[in-house]
């Protein structure tokens, strides 16, 4: 499955939660595929999808689904540990896993070599999923059910939509996505 696929799966899927998205690529076909003020998509910071959904997770009680890269969360496993000691029940890590950096030119990560499911097993979570690559459609309602943390690992193709760049400036979305979530608070 191609990973822009895998992204039109899960958010037709979704209702109320927030999304953090990876930078690049993944991003740009979040948006391609449903724009919403619940997506914060990361233009920078490479690596830290993963500690900004934590934040979030932590900061309020909407459920939080961050889709991340397999080389993002590789550059700092170390969010892996710290989401599982702090335990967010309303969030759901998915690893989006094309086994390359594929927003800086598609070199290989080490994913082909490292089970990052079984890393996060190894870390202390309980619930986890796995989707293969060939798998044509994505059930993502159960895992939505799980209580939190949740560590979702999804193989996908390697390569990226061709989709144009996102037509927000970084402070708009970043401003779009306080309103949603400072307006959610107070419902």
Do not use: W
């Not at 939660?17 to 948006?31: A, D, H, K, M, T």
């Not at 724009?35 to 934040?55: E, K, R």
């Not at 496993?77 to 890590?93: A, C, E, H, K």
């Not at 779009?176 to 959610?184: I, L, S, T």
């Amino acid at each position: 499955m191609e990973r822009i696929k895998a992204l039109e799966q899960i958010t037709s899927q979704l209702e109320d939660e927030l999304v953090i998205c990876n930078i690049g690529f993944p991003s740009r076909e979040l948006y391609q595929v449903k724009d919403s003020p619940q997506h914060f998509y990361m233009l920078g910071s490479m690596g830290m999808a993963s500690s900004i959904g934590l934040g979030l997770a932590m900061a309020q009680e909407r459920r939080v689904v961050v889709f991340d890269g397999d080389g993002s969360l590789l550059m700092n496993l170390g969010s892996l540990v710290t989401i599982y000691n702090q335990s967010p029940s309303n969030l759901v890590l998915v690893v989006l896993d094309n086994e390359c950096y594929g927003s800086t030119g598609n070199q290989c990560t080490y994913s082909s070599t490292t089970n990052l499911k079984k890393v996060a097993e190894g870390v202390g979570f309980k619930n986890t999923a796995f989707y293969e690559e060939s798998l044509e459609e994505i059930d993502f309602l159960p895992v939505l059910e799980m209580e939190g943390p949740v560590f979702v690992h999804i193989k996908v193709k390697a390569g990226n939509a061709s989709v144009p760049v996102i037509p927000l400036e970084p402070e708009e979305i970043k401003e779009r996505f306080m309103k949603e979530v400072a307006g959610n608070q107070s419902r």
